[in-house]
């Protein structure tokens, strides 16, 4: 059986993907996308909260780190940003 510590390494290469509004209901926004970090990281919370406000604004919803709610229905709030095909 392997131990903690050799597990960490291939676990580090590994994310998460939330499906379907599967986040702790019981967490904001921000602090969904910060667990991994916090949990998995030696990284300050300095550093959490840049790349955390990083990836929030990359997907349009910089400004509602504070809510808690399901990701749908955060998504159904801001407009299409996909890039658009050139055909």
Known sequence: ????????GPQSLF????QDGAMFGSMNLYDNVA???REHTKKSETEIRDV???KLDLVGLLGTEDKVCPVRTA???QPDRR???AD
């Open 52 to 54: 955390v406000m990083e």
């Open 83 to 85: 890039p658009q095909r």
């Open 1 to 8: 059986m392997l131990g903690e510590g050799a597990l960490r």
């Open 35 to 37: 667990f991994l970090s």
């Open 75 to 77: 998504f159904l709030n």
């Open 15 to 18: 994310g998460v993907l939330f």
